[in-house]
């Protein structure tokens, strides 16, 4: 009974994990849509698109799905998606920023209200908390595949704003229009990158206790949950000794 309860539990665990990056794709295949109906289906002339695929390549996203999408906004199939954003703060102030692409402006919103009513947060207006953030493209490496000289200096070269390195990894900064070109640079001399996308970085931080930090990323798994929600970001930071304990 022991194998068989392993056994369930394990295929528990798949099930979930599949479901999971199922939800992903498909988010990632939202977006690519979505930029493709805004520009032109090539990448090469739409920034936009562009960095969606990049950031769909990076999650391992097979080629299919991504021709699939741009092809769905080349003949004006599927929903008409719309580009939402709320800005808010979360338990204990903290500032959250909700990227989502929806079909139904009315339902997004009541849904992302309700996550954040549910942690003691609040909605606020739009410009509320994004002046504490900046828009940049972002291109994450493991530590293993350069030393934090040779990862700054290649960034340097390929036209990147910053290069922070850390024994978890190297994370360089770009502008929103160079994300493409630096990341295939950095492409050809460390091979892929884990990550590449646009995305909020905060440009002023606040550091929560443990109780607080258990409170928000519970949260953000609520609206990483939600259909309708593309992106997630705050300004908060966590010392290495809670975030052991909260992953524990």
């Not at 022991?2 to 599949?18: P, Y």
């Not at 391992?60 to 699939?68: E, G, L, Q």
């Not at 998606?81 to 338990?91: A, I, N």
């Given at each position: 009974?022991?194998?068989?309860?392993q056994?369930?539990?394990i295929?528990h665990?798949k099930?979930?994990?599949?479901?999971?990056?199922?939800?992903m794709?498909?988010k990632?295949?939202r977006?690519?849509?979505?930029a493709?109906?805004m520009g032109?289906?090539d990448p090469?002339?739409n920034p936009?698109l562009r960095a969606?695929i990049?950031?769909?390549?990076?999650?391992?996203?097979p080629?299919d799905?991504?021709?699939?999408?741009i092809?769905?906004?080349?003949?004006?199939?599927?929903?008409?998606y719309e580009?939402?954003?709320?800005?808010?703060?979360g338990?204990?102030?903290?500032a959250?920023?909700?990227e989502?692409?929806?079909?139904?402006r009315?339902?997004?919103?009541?849904?992302v209200?309700?996550?954040?009513?549910?942690?003691?947060?609040?909605?606020?207006?739009t410009?509320?908390?994004?002046h504490?953030?900046?828009?940049v493209?972002?291109?994450n490496?493991?530590?293993?595949?350069?030393?934090a000289?040779?990862?700054?200096?290649?960034?340097i070269?390929a036209?990147a704003e910053d290069?922070?390195s850390?024994e978890?990894g190297?994370e360089?900064?770009?502008s929103v229009d160079?994300?493409?070109?630096?990341?295939?640079?950095?492409?050809e001399?460390?091979?892929?990158a884990d990550?590449?996308?646009?995305?909020?970085?905060p440009?002023?931080s606040?550091a929560?206790?443990e109780?607080?930090?258990?409170s928000?990323?519970k949260?953000?798994?609520?609206l990483?949950?939600?259909?309708?929600?593309?992106n997630v970001y705050t300004?908060?930071e966590?010392s290495d000794?809670?975030?052991?304990?909260?992953?524990a």
């Amino acid at each position: 009974m022991a194998g068989h309860s392993q056994f369930k539990n394990i295929m528990h665990r798949k099930g979930a994990q599949d479901a999971k990056r199922s939800k992903m794709f498909s988010k990632l295949a939202r977006e690519i849509t979505v930029a493709a109906k805004m520009g032109l289906p090539d990448p090469t002339m739409n920034p936009r698109l562009r960095a969606a695929i990049l950031a769909a390549r990076a999650e391992n996203m097979p080629k299919d799905n991504i021709d699939r999408a741009i092809k769905k906004a080349a003949g004006g199939d599927g929903e008409n998606y719309e580009e939402v954003r709320y800005e808010g703060y979360g338990p204990a102030g903290i500032a959250v920023i909700v990227e989502g692409l929806t079909d139904n402006r009315n339902r997004t919103a009541s849904e992302v209200r309700s996550i954040f009513t549910k942690f003691g947060g609040n909605l606020g207006s739009t410009g509320s908390v994004s002046h504490m953030f900046s828009r940049v493209g972002q291109i994450n490496y493991k530590a293993s595949v350069a030393g934090a000289d040779a990862m700054l200096e290649a960034a340097i070269e390929a036209g990147a704003e910053d290069c922070v390195s850390t024994e978890d990894g190297h994370e360089v900064v770009t502008s929103v229009d160079d994300l493409g070109t630096v990341r295939d640079a950095l492409e050809e001399k460390f091979g892929g990158a884990d990550g590449a996308k646009l995305v909020f970085k905060p440009s002023v931080s606040a550091a929560v206790d443990e109780e607080t930090a258990r409170s928000l990323l519970k949260m953000i798994d609520y609206l990483d949950d939600n259909d309708d929600v593309q992106n997630v970001y705050t300004n908060f930071e966590v010392s290495d000794e809670i975030m052991a304990k909260l992953s524990a």
